[in-house]
């Protein structure tokens, strides 16, 4: 079992960044690969970004690439997603998901644990 945590959501105008963080307890972190998803209201839950757990590659949906940054701090089995230049439609609940291997899957369904998510609300 591996129990997820996110904060760091909040209400903040266009243009500006917020820092989002996902903390990871129960098995061991290393086991499982994690990245971020978003769910804006009415519409399905979304990949945002991952990270290889091998290779330390990060990869990002077209709409987040050079806006959003993701990465990883071991020691504190932590993971983080850096947002700056936010736009209104970046509003959404975001969520991080574990699975095991290397890589989280795109499609949401195939990942294992999911923390409750947090909220990010970018006013125009």
């Known amino acids: 079992q591996v129990q997820l945590v996110e904060s760091g959501g909040g209400l903040v105008q266009a243009g500006g960044s917020l820092r989002l963080s996902c903390a990871a307890s129960?098995?061991?972190?290393?086991?499982?690969?994690m990245g971020w998803f978003r769910q804006a209201p009415g519409k399905e839950r979304e990949y945002v970004a991952a990270?290889?757990?091998?290779?330390?590659?990060?990869y990002y949906r077209d709409a987040v690439k050079g806006r959003f940054t993701m990465s990883r701090d071991n020691a504190q089995n932590t993971v983080y997603l850096q947002m700056n230049s936010l736009k209104p439609e970046d509003t959404a609940v975001y969520y991080c998901?574990?699975?095991?291997?290397?890589?989280?899957?795109?499609?949401?369904?195939?990942?294992?644990?999911w923390g409750r998510g947090t909220l990010v609300t970018v006013s125009s």
């Open positions: 129960g098995r061991t972190f290393g086991s499982y690969a």
């Open positions: 990270i290889d757990w091998s290779s330390g590659t990060t």
């Open positions: 998901a574990a699975k095991r291997g290397t890589i989280v899957s795109a499609l949401p369904a195939k990942n294992d644990y």
